[in-house]
């Protein structure tokens, strides 16, 4: 067990609570830095991709982790994101601007989506995420102007700093300055008033709302920077896959998404590294699994879904609160030892809060 | 002339909706949560269905009849076994719990029956009526028969039958229900497995037209509108904003030069929306159940 012996106020509101966590989190920046080193384009590529995916994990864990808002259609918003940002690099407008005017388009989308559905609750809002992502996916294929329709859009890959995004080890660095980036950004909007009156109505909305919460101000504002970090990933991801396709942005990819953050632990922004990591490196997992099974179903292509669902089930049932959650038992295991109790982490028995007046 | 024709077909393709609607709203009555695997549960009825008439040769009624009670069955120890545990649990558990069950049926399906696109022959198919210049198909027809039936089955169960009144009284209050000696987890249970063959009745009605493969499960998103519309609480609600559903997306299909081009895929999830913005409460809900903020 760490005591910290507090001598100045600004200890309070360090974000490395002490030098252990300064001095691991600086290594993990340092291998993250010299990676480029010992690894090749394709390993390179793969981290790239969890580096957006984390991104887009910060947006929907602030949105369903941190305000309990839950989102079943968040792949609009990285698909508004990545269509933005493609169209605005097709008309010249250079990467360093397109970013910017990417993350306020996503925000005003995610606003404008927020305001009207904000008097719904709970089952209510999943629902009608739903739906606004179905409708979100046909827009980008209707929208041919935009979005070029089912035909797709080549996404152009400029030049930025003198470097080209084809370089895997340029792009590998822009990806992990974004998701550092994003990182301090969601850590500092947590801790701020903004993150406290947030994860106030995750808890109760009653309680936030008798403590002066402006219930529908935050939700919007949650769905609006939510949205912010969801369309920045898609941004990225644009250059990632090149080639934007509508049925790219499709109901599995808000699903993938959401279990991102199931597996990844919600409530907690290491959770959403962590479940990137593993939604990442699902597809090797899948092959891997295929190899190992008998070929009658080790070659269907059923597989896939069903682990997914699987997985799912498995993390909602016996482990809540996802990876994170794990590494938290583990590492409080260590640090009691040999006093840990089981029965600091278990589930707290409740009754089912009603939604009914 | 046409405007009536095209109303006919809506109906019957309404009356699917509002049968899938019919199992979110039950389970939603009883026991406040969704069950997002709705969809898939019909998927699975139609699948039992083409396994026991198609491939086993069974007669249609029989057939029928064995999948309502294959599916009701499942229905019911998926509720106790699985779905059960998460009571108490913020809804969005549920939600993510519902959602990843329906991906283990899909995936179980596409795996144990394949992906192909199957049939099976009903005494229906491929038969028409005539009838004031109208053409009315024998599928449509059974569809409409069908729901008729079944409603005012449940109808008489949840009034008469001692089972169905436990059932309504603990949908209305757990605890009251308890203490009057109903053993609710059982009646939950039961529910849900009525509300599973439920589904499995609309798979087996439905597979005439749609033909079976693993993508009919996606009825089960478009229902929601249904329910949602009818007011989540209400079951002939389910049945109308099922029905309302399916005029509207009949004619916004043939309208649809007149409105904009795709329009009629997304009328569903448009009058989901549009019913969430202006009215949440649903058509017939007799409760203000939505809370507004």
């Known amino acids: 067990m760490r005591f910290i012996f507090k001598t100045k106020y600004s200890q309070d509101i360090n974000i490395a609570k002490h030098n252990g966590d300064r001095f691991w989190y600086s290594l993990l920046i340092l291998i993250m830095t010299a990676l480029p080193l010992v690894l090749d384009d394709f390993y390179l590529g793969e981290i790239s991709y969890i580096c957006i995916l984390s991104i887009a994990g910060i947006g929907l864990m602030i949105l369903s982790g941190y305000t309990g808002l839950a989102s079943l259609g968040h792949a609009a918003f990285l698909g508004v994101g990545a269509y933005t940002h493609a169209f605005l690099l097709t008309n010249g407008i250079p990467f360093y601007a397109s970013i910017p005017i990417v993350i306020i388009v996503s925000f005003l989308v995610g606003a404008a989506i927020g305001i009207p559905i904000l008097r719904l609750t709970g089952m209510y809002l999943a629902i009608a995420t739903l739906a606004l992502g179905f409708i979100a996916e046909h827009v980008f294929i209707k929208w041919e102007h935009f979005t070029g329709g089912n035909r797709g859009l080549p996404v152009p890959q400029p030049e930025f700093l003198g470097m080209s995004f084809y370089d895997s080890v340029f792009f590998y660095y822009v990806c992990l300055l974004f998701l550092i980036a994003a990182m301090f950004a969601a850590i500092n909007i947590l801790r701020s008033p903004t993150g406290r009156a947030f994860v106030a109505i995750r808890d109760s909305e009653i309680a936030a709302q008798s403590l002066g919460v402006n219930l529908g101000l935050y939700k919007a504002l949650s769905f609006a920077i939510s949205g912010a970090f969801t369309g920045l990933a898609g941004a990225l991801l644009a250059h990632y896959i090149g080639y934007l396709a509508p049925d790219i942005f499709n109901i599995f990819l808000s699903l993938t998404l959401l279990l991102l953050i199931v597996v990844g632990g919600m409530g907690s922004l290491h959770g959403t590294v962590f479940g990137a990591i593993f939604v990442g490196f699902l597809p090797q997992l899948i092959a891997i699994c295929r190899d190992y099974l008998p070929s009658s179903i080790g070659s269907q292509p059923g597989l896939e879904p069903m682990l997914f669902g699987l997985i799912l089930v498995f993390f909602i049932l016996y482990e809540p609160l996802g990876i994170y959650g794990r590494w938290m038992k583990i590492k409080l295991f260590f640090e009691l030892f040999p006093t840990y109790k089981r029965q600091t982490f278990k589930k707290q028995k409740v009754f089912t809060k009603s939604d009914r007046v | ?293």
């Open chain 2, 1 to 293: 002339m046409q405007l009536i024709q095209l109303i006919i077909d809506g109906v019957a393709s309404g009356c699917i909706y509002g049968l899938v609607a019919l199992g979110f709203v039950l389970i939603y009555k009883a026991t406040e949560t969704i069950n997002f695997a709705q969809g898939d549960i019909l998927m699975l009825g139609a699948f039992v269905a083409y396994s026991l008439i198609g491939i086993l040769g069974m007669d249609y009624l029989t057939g029928f009849a064995l999948t309502v009670l294959i599916i009701a069955v499942f229905g019911f120890f998926l509720d106790a076994v699985v779905v059960r545990q998460i009571i108490g649990q913020p809804a969005f558990a549920t939600v993510m719990l519902t959602i990843g069950l329906g991906f283990i049926f899909r995936g179980f399906a596409s795996i144990y029956w394949g992906t192909d696109i199957f049939s099976f022959s009903t005494p229906f198919s491929g038969k028409i009526t005539e009838f004031n210049g109208l053409i009315i198909s024998y599928v449509n027809l059974s569809i409409i028969v069908g729901t008729a039936v079944l409603m005012s089955a449940l109808y008489f169960f949840f009034t008469f039958s001692k089972i169905g009144v436990a059932m309504r009284a603990s949908s209305e209050n757990q605890l009251a229900a308890y203490y009057m000696g109903i053993p609710v987890k059982f009646i939950f249970s039961l529910i849900w497995s009525i509300s599973a063959g439920v589904a499995a009745v609309a798979g087996v009605l439905l597979a005439p037209i749609t033909l079976v493969d693993t993508s009919i499960s996606l009825i089960g998103l478009k229902a929601f509108a249904a329910a949602v519309l009818g007011g989540f609480g209400s079951i002939p609600g389910a049945i109308v904003g099922g029905i309302i559903i399916g005029i509207v997306e009949q004619l916004c299909g043939t309208y649809e030069n007149y409105l904009f081009e795709g329009v009629r895929e997304i009328s569903a999830y448009l009058v989901l929306i549009l019913t969430l913005i202006i009215y949440p409460r649903g058509l017939f809900s007799d409760k203000a159940e939505v809370k507004k903020v």
